[in-house]
Nanobody
Framework: QVQLVESGGGLVQAGGSLRLSCAAS????????VGWFRQARGKERELVAA????????NYADSVKGRFTISRDNAKNTVYLQMNNLKPEDTAIYYC????????????????????WGQGTQVTVSS
């Protein structure tokens, strides 16, 4: 099973940018659908962005469309979340997740569908 470690979180001003990284162990990373989720204080964990392991299919939450971009570098076994024009409502713990699938175009969009999770990284956006 793939193991994931997030990094890149921190404190930024509204309108700023961050790039989160998720490093994966193992040599089967290219066969995993991946996603980023976030959980704000007092709220349930929600999908931010998802990508099929072919990297040709993506899905974004309406709240982040046009601002966030999910990408992956299979040679480095790393998934990224580029976050631009950050808003205070983006403040949350961000988690990366991965799920094995033989379908290179399949997306996983819910928490219960993912097999592996990182430990999370805090993103705080000040007004």
């Amino acid at each position: 099973q793939v193991q994931l470690v997030e990094s890149g979180g921190g404190l930024v001003q509204a309108g700023g940018s961050l790039r989160l990284s998720c490093a994966a162990s193992g040599r089967t990373f290219s066969s995993y659908a991946v996603g980023w989720f976030r959980q704000a204080r007092g709220k349930e964990r929600e999908l931010v962005a998802a990508m099929s392991w072919s990297a040709t299919t993506t899905n974004y939450a309406d709240s982040v469309k046009g601002r966030f971009t999910i990408s992956r570098d299979n040679a480095k076994n790393t998934v990224y979340l580029q976050m631009n024009n950050l808003k205070p409502e983006d403040t949350a713990i961000y988690y990366c997740a991965a799920d094995p699938t033989p379908n290179p175009f399949r997306l996983r969009l819910t928490v219960r569908e993912y097999d592996a999770w990182g430990q999370g990284t805090q993103v705080t956006v000040s007004s």
